[in-house]
């Protein structure tokens, strides 16, 4: 009885590790999603969110998982330097003048859905 409940509570532990499945958003719905920090939130309106929020700029959008999690496989060092250097039609800082590499860390787990 004892291994069994030991087994049970490693199942619980691996599960709870586990990432939600990624799902697609509607530009409405990633529209919608807002930084819980206000800091972050007030710099997202400002300098990411008409991008983002729009699936017509081929950046991806705000939350949705299936847009940014291969780019999340990158890693967060390289999703920072693409932010900072520019990427693709993103222009060196996503125009953001006044963020901090923290904020845009903030900012670039926020739109990849892993606030």
Not at 9 to 33: D, H, Y
Not at 88 to 100: E, I, K, R
Request: with cysteine; glycine share 8%.
């Amino acid at each position: 009885m004892r291994t069994l409940f030991v087994l049970f509570v490693a199942f619980l532990l691996v599960a709870c590790q586990q990432e939600p499945p990624a799902q697609s958003l509607t530009p409405e719905q990633s529209a919608a999603l807002r930084p819980a920090d206000t800091r972050i939130a007030g710099l997202y309106e400002q300098s990411c969110k008409s991008c983002h929020t729009v699936a017509d700029t081929g950046a991806p959008l705000t939350g949705d998982r299936t847009q940014w999690d291969a780019r999340w496989r990158k890693g967060e060092d390289e999703l920072l330097n693409n932010t900072i250097r520019g990427f693709n039609g993103m222009p060196a800082g996503g125009q953001c003048f006044s963020c901090s590499p923290d904020d845009y860390n903030a900012l670039i787990r926020f739109m990849a859905g892993r606030e």
